[in-house]
Nanobody, 125 residues
Framework: QVQVVESGGGSVQAGGSLRLSCAAS????????MGWVRQVPGKEREGVAR???????RYADSVKGRFTISRDNAKKTLYLQMNSLKPEDTAMYYC???????????????????RGQGTQVTVSS
């Protein structure tokens, strides 16, 4: 069982920046597939960014060039640096973790068994 806890959400004006953090439990964090997903009420969950245990990353087209995902394995923490925020980035952001590479590869949106409670990001125009 892996627990993840997000922090760092808030309200910001368009063009601003926020940094989300996600603290994870477990002794083998460096082997986890980690990601950020977001959801707006009434809409499908959307993959935002992923970082695999080998450090490779993937981004949604809508955030490429603006968001950066990173991980600090020593601190067992995942980050999402969000710059040039837009109103359409408004959503609940969830940190997601998966210990199995096989499960992780099934879906970059749903390929995680562990997810946090979420942190709200609101971008005003």
């Amino acid at each position: 069982q892996v627990q993840v806890v997000e922090s760092g959400g808030g309200s910001v004006q368009a063009g601003g920046s926020l940094r989300l953090s996600c603290a994870a439990s477990g002794d083998t964090f460096s082997t986890y597939c980690m990601g950020w997903v977001r959801q707006v009420p009434g809409k499908e969950r959307e993959g935002v960014a992923r970082i695999d245990n080998d450090g490779s990353t993937r981004y949604a087209d809508s955030v490429k060039g603006r968001f950066t995902i990173s991980r600090d394995n020593a601190k067992k923490t995942l980050y999402l640096q969000m710059n040039s925020l837009k109103p359409e980035d408004t959503a609940m952001y969830y940190c997601a973790a998966e210990t199995s590479n096989m499960i992780c590869r099934t879906s970059w949106v749903y390929g995680y068994r562990y997810r946090g409670q979420g942190t709200q990001v609101t971008v005003s125009s």
